[in-house]
């Protein structure tokens, strides 16, 4: 949707901005009147059709917020309800907040719903203004999580609307199942017995409005009046309807009651049957025909929520045709002979049932259909032909075996091919603007089953990692500038570091096919690239392509340019406009040299003396493509000329859509303790520690807390009570015990006595904590021995957090900026793992960067290394000392066996025990049997009756080996308890060797690598890290083996897909006669749904979809209790003032006032943050060489120039981070980076340069961030990205921008009110070295820059002062090494990323780069 400008919201030419400004965007907003509404408002949008930019710029002005609403009564006219609804849709569309807005007056809005409902079935109105309140409802219908809509729309689905049913015999049939629905059906009928006549009139329209509703789309469906813009409009308000319809029936609540009502009206077969349905343009209607026909057949009880099974869906379908079996002998024994005695699987059939009920005459078939329980006739309203074709279709579509919804899954490639990223369904994605909906599923805040979930994931996932490969191999072919010669040879112009034209594929091998499978089992084939032209970087980087890895094999054929008049290339597909002929896709085998043998990799890149001319690419085939080019008599290889590849961590599609495609296909089990709150049901806080059945009473917190006052002040308002053995208060660890009182009975009232029989209330808060304590047990003489302790001081929330977590049950951490996730994450992880040490955790992270970081962390506390495991290619990038790869651990294990099994050699020469002990683990544990174990025996006998140190250290055999430790082992003077304590830690250290080396011996059993490995994982591991794609692609592997584990902690959680988040809990799959589910215990999600979501490329698939909805978010939206941290470590509380905003609890914590580094203030700089405002640069602002790419010279520019400029005056680039909102300004960035600072020792490279999207989760000192936009805000209106983008920065935060853009949105305003406070041109203190000695508050003169230039004049006067100062010391510039870490370096998985320049900058003209 295009987005209005600064232009259109400032200029006097608008009509709107103009009213704007003089009606309600003054300082007393005028009241409204109706004339206003009518003529200057409604009328003018009318007269057009009411555009989108229109409605988006009066949504922009505020319309709704500071007008409209405020204005509204119950007297109001019709074109004020459809302005307000009509900007509720424009808020929608654009993903902004909507209801809050309504929440302060509940009736209000209740009276205004009721004129919305009465609009919808208003005959009087234009049919395409009846689609914009359908809009609005649907709206509705999806944010049944706010108060005031559920209110309003929960009686339109209720059981009242089954008075609508077209028999009293059908009802009751539905009723006698189920006592609940009879209870609620008497309810209701009470309801309207007991209201006045106004209530009755009320329930009555109720009760009739969706049944209205449906009547009117058949009607319209059916209409054959009108001209053919009149039927498509008819068309169109079908197509919204039935996304309505999908929407209600697509959650438990609203599909209760509605889906029996839909199958009485017969929907599908009459929506089937109508003129519309047929037209040839009406493909769209018949796609969402399919979607609403999966949603009504679904296999679901409507009442319980079960799902039912195979086997179930079969029963209920032979159960109706054993009805008609019945009433067929009933009514017609002789006629129906042959359907009376037919199978139930003959009968399923369409064409069996049909040819069967044609000998029915058009009387006969009538009957036969009211004694089967279904409708035959209408409202002649509705305009539904109930002929002999209509009734037919009535009872087949009734009755005929639909497949199982898991059935059209397995068919569905995850590897495709030109026909399925063409197919017409999935191209109307690209154009997608809100105006019409689409034939595909949303993700909801509830979900039927987790089948359905399953179901809807993978059709999501599959099309958006679908719409990503098309758009790169698009892209790739445009590059490559493909041209037919007059020989009719094909050549490239262009050039692609992704693709390499090749001959024609050999295939080289085809497996038959294995039983009860039609295609082929393998198929090879051998592709020869032409590396003799590429740089050793890329030709590197081709040779380096993984196992597995997929590749695309096109068929590219140029087209001849035919002369058009400008508008019918306009009309041809994208495929055929690139000539893309074909694509299949193959999984790499193997990379192969010129002689066909396996390529070294232990070299360094480049290192060949020699330029290889060629490589040989060994690939599998897509078997079922293979298979179908084969059916159709075709060369599957005939044409190929081209081989594409992807960068590994856009390319793990393959693995991922397996892995959901085996879940959506199977029962993916969920521990029924949370799954009904995974679907949205029940009451939230039932999955939470206090509500669980499984609760743990005492804790041992260890070293959570780090002294008495500490605990004391972690629980404000509740008593803390020493043991009963402990006088006053004591040193750490602490373990709590929480008293609760009895929960107080529910209130009982003679009016509704049937709150009864629902669940019991919530328990009380706690009332009391008991404290106790122990001594921990020494663990050994050496320093070594002694364990790392926790060093920070928790607040009172992150101890809620860390307690709850540490706990069995559900736990959501939300963490705003600087509020400590990681250490709380981490602390809870510890807190599991010495409290429950036969339980195993899984860890979990989006990506690699924020795995490693809560990885280190855990490897700072007191966690034995050898339970440690990360898996993933993210590993090498641990800056620890230690490997925690499956092969590093592996090595480390037999490195400490070496170790150890050298201590216990020395053990035993300090005992004189004879013979080799050492040689093997299995020796060590014969020597501790025979020899320490009964030594140790004897010391402690002896040791009773002793009291002095003498005594004690006279008897104690191991002297000798503890040589090394610090002397005296036994001092003089000390109690005799500490004296056995100190011998207590040299048998625990002892003992600590003996039962590493039996864990270290079934490494040395184990001959396999692989079974090394394997063992590693499933048994000696008890945290195990991973990222969610790993998760994803390794998820078949890794539960095959076993893997069992009973703690999920996922960080960065709200940045993850709600399937992304789900698989991680599938990766072990219930232990056979044990459980009918997993293990798992514990959920901790830490993330913040306030900042950035899950990034989904295509815009139908994020907007419309709801993709980028995470597990975390619908969580909370669903009412989980959360543990919101809220206090700020990281950033000047000045610079947390920007955000705060969004965080109201957010407090700071006093570091960021005590610390040295928050009390200096910026040297140079006049104030710690500033909005820069750049005017045009050359008379241009942002630019969009290519789509989506937009750039900003201007900024770029002088982001770079304040860069040299705080470079020159000392700080270390290691500290500046570039940050940008828009790729194509990071490519620009970065270019003028590599011309001005790169490779220049005086300034360097910053420590990142990159997207927002990319730094979440990261903090630099000081952020450079740059806007680009010029004339919209942008992407900036989702408050998530700017909250990320305005948080990053710990000292000072400098915001390069168009001030006029920010200042006109409503959404953004209160971000930038801060920033906008402070003078908008650069102020510089001039004079001043980093670090300064001035202080953050001190007053002090600054030089304002007035624009680019003059700081760019600074620049060069201060390199020569510099250099001259240098020179007179005597001195050299110094190179620092900063990292210069820049986005395209990250990879989700590990692999090697592009570093060829050019790829970032393609799509830029040479005179676009500075």
């Known amino acids: 949707m295009q987005r209005p400008t600064v232009h259109d919201l400032t200029s006097d030419d608008n009509r709107f901005a103009q009213l704007a400004r003089r009606t309600w965007l003054t ?47 119950d007297d109001a006219s019709n074109q004020h309800i459809l302005l307000i609804l009509l900007l509720v849709n424009v808020k929608r569309k654009e993903n902004l907040p909507i209801w809050s807005l309504f929440e302060a007056s509940p009736d209000v809005f209740s009276s205004f719903f009721k004129r919305v409902l009465h609009m919808s079935i208003d005959a009087s109105l234009p049919i395409s203004v009846r689609q914009h309140v359908l809009v609005f409802i649907i709206t509705a219908f999806q944010s049944l999580d706010s108060g005031v809509v559920r209110k309003e729309c929960a009686p ?55 049944y209205t509703l449906v009547l009117d789309f058949l009607a319209r469906l059916y209409a054959v009046e009108g001209n053919a813009d009149q039927r498509q409009t008819n068309v169109r308000y079908g197509e919204r309807f039935m996304e309505l319809l999908c929407d209600l029936l697509s959650q438990l609540p609203t599909r209760r009651y509605v889906n029996a009502l839909l199958k009485d009206l017969n929907v599908l077969a009459a929506i089937k049957l109508s003129p519309r349905y047929q037209d040839e343009d009406s493909g769209l209607l018949r796609e969402l025909h399919e979607v609403l026909a999966h949603y009504i057949g679904f296999p679901i009880d409507d009442q319980s929520g079960k799902q039912l099974s195979r086997q179930e869906y079969e029963e209920v379908s032979n159960a109706g045709i054993a009805r008609l079996q019945r009433v067929a002998l009933q009514l017609h024994p002789e006629k129906l002979k042959i359907l009376i005695l037919a199978n139930y699987g003959l009968l399923s059939q369409r064409p069996e049932l049909q040819s069967h009920l044609a000998d029915l005459s058009d009387a006969e078939l009538v009957e036969l259909v009211s004694e089967l329980g279904l409708r035959s006739w209408y409202p002649e309203k509705s305009s539904v032909i109930t002929d002999r074709t209509f009734l037919l279709e009535v009872v087949v579509t009734a009755l005929e075996a639909k497949p199982y919804y898991t059935d059209a899954v397995r068919t569905m490639t995850t590897m495709p091919t030109e026909r399925v990223l063409y197919d017409k369904a999935l191209l109307r994605t690209d154009d997608y603007d809100g105006t019409t909906p689409l034939a595909i599923p949303k993700l909801n805040l509830q979900y039927l089953t987790a089948g359905d979930f399953l ?49 024609k594929p050999a295939i080289i091998e085809t497996l038959p096919p294995r039983v009860g499978e039609d295609v082929p089992a393998e198929v090879k084939a051998e592709v020869m690239l032409d590396v003799s032209r590429l740089q050793p970087k890329l030709r590197q980087e081709w040779e380096s392509v993984r196992p597995d890895d997929v590749v695309f094999l096109l068929n590219v054929q140029a087209q001849v340019r035919a002369l058009t008049n ?32 396996m390529l070294r990799r232990d070299g360094p890149p480049g290192d060949d003396l020699s330029r290889p001319r060629q490589r040989r690419l060994l690939l599998r085939l897509d078997a079922a493509s293979y298979k179908q080019d084969q059916d159709s008599k075709a060369d599957p290889m005939d044409g190929i000329n081209l081989v594409v590849r992807r960068r590994a961590r856009e390319n793990t599609f393959k693995a991922v859509l397996d892995s959901v495609k085996n879940l959506a296909v199977s029962d993916a089990p969920l521990p029924t303790w949370f799954q009904d709150v995974f679907l949205g049901y029940g009451d939230p ?29 972690s629980f404000p308002g509740q008593p803390v009570e020493p043991d009963g053995n402990a006088v006053g208060s004591f040193p750490p660890p602490y373990v709590l015990e929480s008293t609760t009182a009895a929960p107080a009975p529910p209130p009982r009232t003679a009016k509704k006595r049937k709150r009864e029989a629902e669940a019991e209330p919530v328990a009380q808060d706690v009332q009391a904590i008991k404290v106790s304590t122990y001594e921990p047990p020494n663990a050994g003489p050496y320093p070594t021995d002694a364990p790392k302790v926790n060093k920070v001081r928790f607040t009172p929330a992150q101890v809620k957090a860390v307690s709850s977590g540490t706990k069995p049950g559900l736990t959501l951490v939300v963490g705003p900026p600087g509020t400590g996730k990681t250490d709380v994450a981490t602390q809870i992880i510890s807190n599991i793992y010495h409290n429950y040490p036969e339980q195993r955790t899984l860890l979990v992270a989006h990506s690699n960067q924020a795995l490693n970081q809560l990885f280190q962390k855990i490897t700072a506390h007191d966690i034995d290394e050898r339970h440690l495991l990360r898996l993933g290619h993210g590993e090498e990038e641990l800056t620890t000392e230690a490997s925690y790869s499956k092969a590093g651990r592996v090595e480390s294990f037999l490195e400490r066996g070496s170790q150890y099994l050298a201590e216990v050699q020395r053990l035993a020469n300090s005992i004189n025990a004879p013979g080799v002990h050492g040689s093997t683990c299995e020796t060590a544990a014969y020597f501790d049997q025979v020899y320490a174990t009964p030594m140790w025996k004897r010391f402690w006998t002896a040791a009773e009756g002793l009291t002095a140190a003498e005594e004690i250290s006279s008897i104690f055999p191991f002297h000798a080996f503890f040589a090394d430790a610090p002397q005296p082992l036994f001092p003089a003077n000390t109690p005799h308890a500490s004296l056995l304590d100190i011998a207590r830690g040299c048998e625990t250290h002892i003992r600590r060797l003996f039962t590493e080396l039996a864990s270290i011996r079934p490494f040395e059993l184990l001959r396999s690598p692989r079974d090394k490995a394997n063992y590693l994982l499933i048994k000696e591991a008890r945290i195990i890290a991973m990222t969610s794609t790993h998760a994803a692609m390794r998820r078949e592997e890794i539960a095959s083996l076993g893997f069992q584990y009973d703690t999920v902690v996922m960080e960065e959680a709200a940045q993850l897909t709600e399937i992304e988040t ?27 749904h306030l900042q950035n979501a899950p990034i989904i490329q295509n815009a139908a698939f994020r907007q419309y979809a709801n993709l980028e909805q995470s597990l975390f978010l619908r969580l909370v939206r669903l009412g989980v209790p959360i543990c919101m941290l809220d206090a700020q470590g990281r950033a000047r509380p000045s610079l947390a003032a920007l955000y705060k905003w969004r965080y109201p609890s957010l407090t700071n914590l006093p570091i960021t006032t005590t610390s040295p580094e928050f009390q200096r203030a910026n040297a140079g700089l006049r104030y710690d943050y500033q909005f820069i405002d750049v005017p045009a640069y050359r008379g241009v602002g942002e630019s969009e060489p290519s789509p989506h790419f937009i750039q900003n010279l201007g900024e770029a520019e002088y982001v770079v120039a304040m860069f040299q400029y705080l470079r020159l005056l000392g700080y270390p680039a290691q500290r500046i981070t570039i940050l940008t909102t828009y790729a194509g300004q990071r490519a620009l960035i970065r270019d003028v980076l590599g011309h001005r600072c790169k490779g220049k020792a005086m300034f360097g490279m910053p420590g990142w340069v990159g997207t927002v999207d990319k730094y979440q989760g990261e903090e630099n000192d000081f952020v450079l961030l740059s806007l680009v936009r010029t004339k919209t805000v942008g992407y900036l209106r989702d408050l998530r990205r700017l909250t990320v983008a305005l948080s990053r920065a710990r000292l000072g935060l400098y915001v390069f921008g168009r001030r006029e853009v920010f200042e006109s949105s409503l959404e953004v305003r209160q971000a930038f009110s801060l920033l906008f406070a402070r003078p908008e041109k650069l102020t510089l203190v001039l004079n ?11 007053e002090n003169e600054g030089t304002e820059m007035e624009g680019l230039e003059h700081l760019g004049s600074y620049i060069p006067l201060m390199v020569k002062a510099k250099l001259e100062q240098i020179k007179q010391e005597g001195g050299e510039i110094v190179a620092e090494d900063s990292g210069g870490r820049v986005e395209d370096e990250e990879d989700e998985e590990g692999g090697e990323a592009l570093a060829e320049e050019m790829v970032g900058m393609e799509g830029m003209e040479e005179d676009e780069v500075v």
């Open 566 to 597: 400008g508008h019918a290339s306009d009309l041809t597909p994208v495929n055929e406009k690139l000539g893309l002929k074909a694509v299949r896709c193959a999984e790499v085998i193997s990379v192969l040299d010129e002689a066909g043998r």
């Open 156 to 210: 339109l689905v209720s059981v009242a609307i089954w008075t609508n049913l077209h028999s009293e015999s059908l009802r009751e049939r539905k009723l006698a199942g189920s006592v609940a629905l009879q209870k609620a059906w008497r309810t209701a009928g009470n309801k309207y017995s007991n209201a006045d006549d106004e209530g009755q009139a009320r329930i009555r329209f109720e009760r009739s409005w969706l």
């Open 1062 to 1088: 789900l698989i991680p809990f599938a990766l072990q799959t219930p232990t056979p006669g044990k459980t009918p589910t997993p293990r798992l215990k514990r959920i901790v999600l830490v993330g913040d």
């Open 1328 to 1338: 001043e070295l980093h670090p300064t000695q001035r202080g953050v508050e001190d």
């Open 455 to 503: 179901w809807r994931s993978f059709i999501l996932y599959r099309a958006e990692a679908f719409y990503e490969i098309r758009k790169h191999l698009e892209d790739t072919v445009k590059r490559l500038q493909p041209r037919r010669q007059a020989s009719g040879i094909m050549r490239f112009d262009g050039f692609s570091s992704m693709a390499i034209p090749i001959t």
């Open 685 to 713: 806080a039932t999955v939470t520690a206090a509500r669980l059945a499984d609760k743990t009473k005492a804790v041992d917190y260890r070293d959570t807390f780090l002294d008495w006052q500490h605990l004391i002040e």
């Open 27 to 73: 300082a007393k907003p005028a009241k409204v009147l109706p004339n206003i509404v009518k003529d200057e408002l409604y009328d003018k949008l009318e007269a057009e059709s009411f555009p989108q930019p229109q409605l988006a710029l009066l949504e922009q002005l505020q319309c709704l917020e500071r007008y409209l609403w405020p204005g509204y009564a």
